[in-house]
């Protein structure tokens, strides 16, 4: 995320990637990015800046777990490793057609009452 931080316009923009990135990748500067951000926005702001990040993380794993279809560019990247994991053998898989240029659930369209 090298650089978000300058075009992001928020303030203490570096200080809150910095914490977000740790926290999600669980790394040794977790306490220093915690408490660089706790000194920059203080302790309100710091909770908040940690509910949103995990409320991020969980959706993403909520996702991935329900089987949305993964894009055409993440599956180009992770072939090699879904077979060598055969997660495409899971039926969940069937939700993201590899062969087709654009994924969808099946259905979508009825349950959102188009056709």
């Known amino acids: 995320m090298e650089g978000a931080a300058d075009t992001s316009g928020l303030d203490h923009g570096e200080v809150l990637l910095r914490y977000a990135e740790a926290l999600v990748r669980d790394d040794d500067d977790l306490t220093g990015a915690r408490s660089d951000l706790i000194e920059a926005v203080g302790a309100d702001a710091a909770g908040h800046t940690l509910a949103t990040v995990t409320a991020f993380s969980g959706l993403v794993r909520v996702a991935d777990a329900t089987g949305i279809p993964i894009d055409d560019g993440l599956a180009a990247v992770s072939a090699d490793t879904r077979d060598q994991l055969g997660l495409d053998g899971y039926a969940g898989a069937a939700n993201s057609r590899l062969d087709e ?11 959102f009452g188009q056709r």
């Open 101 to 111: 240029p654009s994924a969808s659930f099946e259905g979508i369209d009825a349950l």
